[in-house]
């Protein structure tokens, strides 16, 4: 007969799980497993709440189980490490993001992809490699093995910090590996949430132009004076979008609800790149004309290998690039999903986990 959660592994653990697709989070007693030899121990301080959060406890993409703790942008404090651990130890501040395994012998894992394996083992709702399931960071402890585990900077704020381990790698590895790094280079970035306002961030960091492009006119003066972007084009004013075509190297495409491609593709050069971050949970039009015709290319990318967040938290933490969030308390957790669902949050809610979770 299966173990029941509380009596799978031998540590106590404590959080909120969403116990069927009804969105709903409540007070959940759990377990961990005890720390081994590579593993790394740590106390939960922040976790951010991710729009993928929402989609999983609702079971929208259609792979969720319950019961569910969601939860993949945390950070904490480490209390215990492992004998083979080498580059952590107790004290230290570290964080886990969206993965905490992968097979590491396919091609992907060996050029430090595991983002791309197709044994990629979720930090949520997934199932670890002892059979048992993986249990997010809306939760007092977490357990990664040391390969899964992003040190964090000294002057990286925590709150502000943690959003980044999806949020941040999501948008800085397409900007990297898309070579929209390059100063001089004339970047766009649809969608001004979450993702978006981070990729406002890395961008300016990296020294290129960008253009916010929004439905919403009066997110104008939140982009260029407070977030640093260059320009704002709002995409359903005709005028706008006509005098901006064919002026942008690339894209970066942040927004999940359904969406028309076609304008965006106007606004590249030719040879230029739209990059998919959002994840629409139907499929969306793509005309193929505008495509042959600038050789332009529609690509995706889903946040990153371990070297590159930890190269991401790095990056973050010499320019000082943070999440805009609202930190919020564990119990109001509920009321926070209910806003994030109507888009009303300033950019990212983020629990205060260390200081307001409390024990049934």
Same mark, same amino acid.
């Given at each position: ?69 969601? =939860? +993949?942008?945390? #950070? ?5 490490? /492992?004998? !083979? $651990? ?109 993702? =978006? +306002?981070?990729? #406002? ?5 990296? /020294?290129? !132009? $960008? ?113 805009? #969030? ?35």
């Amino acid at each position: 007969m299966a173990k029941s959660p509380e009596q799978e592994h031998p540590t106590k653990a404590f959080g909120w799980a969403a116990r069927d697709p009804s969105g709903v989070l409540f007070p959940f007693k759990f377990s961990r497993r005890a720390t081994g030899e590579k593993d790394v121990r740590f106390k939960v301080l922040y976790c951010g709440i991710c729009h993928s959060d929402l989609h999983n406890i609702k079971n929208e993409w259609g792979f969720s189980t319950y019961p569910l703790v969601p =939860g +993949h942008e945390i #950070v904490g404090i480490v209390t215990e490490v /492992g004998c !083979k $651990v080498e580059k952590v130890k107790v004290g230290d501040k570290v964080g886990v993001g969206c993965m905490v395994g992968a097979c590491h012998s396919c091609d992907n894992c060996a050029n430090d992809l595991e983002n791309y394996c197709p044994k990629m083992i979720f930090t949520y709702g997934a199932t670890y490699y002892d059979g048992t399931t993986t249990y997010g960071g809306y939760s007092d402890v977490m357990v990664s093995e040391e390969r899964y585990i992003v040190r964090l900077p000294d002057n990286l704020p925590l709150d502000a910090g943690a959003p980044l381990l999806c949020a941040g790698i999501t948008v800085y590895s397409p900007l990297q590996h898309f070579g929209f790094t390059k100063p001089g280079m004339h970047i766009g970035v649809v969608g001004l949430g979450g993702l =978006g +306002h981070v990729a #406002v961030k890395f961008a300016k960091a990296f /020294g290129v !132009k $960008v253009t916010v492009i929004s439905t919403s006119p009066n997110k104008k003066e939140e982009a260029t004076e407070h977030l640093g972007a260059d320009s704002f084009l709002v995409s359903r004013d005709p005028d706008q979008m006509q005098a901006a075509m064919g002026t942008m190297d690339g894209i970066l495409d942040t927004v999940s609800a359904i969406h028309p491609l076609l304008p965006l593709l106007g606004l590249l050069k030719s040879q230029g790149k739209l990059v998919m971050v959002g994840a629409p949970d139907r499929p969306l039009e793509l005309p193929v004309f505008p495509l042959l015709m600038g050789r332009k290319i529609v690509a995706g990318s889903c946040i990153g290998g371990m070297k590159e967040t930890q190269e991401m938290i790095d990056f973050a933490g010499k320019h000082n690039i943070t999440a805009e #969030v609202e930190v919020i308390s564990m119990d109001y957790v509920n009321t926070a999903i209910e806003r994030l669902e109507k888009n009303d949050v300033r950019y990212r809610f983020v629990i205060d986990i260390g200081n307001t979770l409390k024990a049934a």
